[in-house]
């Protein structure tokens, strides 16, 4: 799923820049099919050692809401590939 949303972001004139898998056998394949890009174990890891300015959560929906609140300043744009989970009160946190 991952993939196919780097290849669209490239495709949209984006240059992805960091990803953040658990399971260490994905994360080489990020790196072979996107040269250069940071990968992490973690999205706090991410967070504090990546200078990303967008973040796209590609994650089960009941973990949108958890993400979304790691996240410090400047990192203020966060996307999903889902509406965010209803009801949407976990959002006003």
Request: net charge negative.
């Amino acid at each position: 799923m991952g993939r196919q949303h780097l290849n669209e972001m490239k495709l949209a004139g984006m240059t992805p820049v960091a990803v953040v898998e658990l399971d260490p056998k994905r994360l080489e394949v990020a790196r072979a099919d996107f040269p250069g890009i940071e990968t992490y174990a973690t999205v706090d890891e991410m967070l504090a050692g990546s200078m990303v300015e967008l973040v796209t959560v590609i994650t089960p929906h009941n973990t949108h809401a958890e993400l979304a609140l790691k996240s410090p300043p400047p990192v203020a744009t966060w996307s999903w590939k889902s509406p965010w989970p209803s009801p949407p009160a976990s959002a006003m946190r």
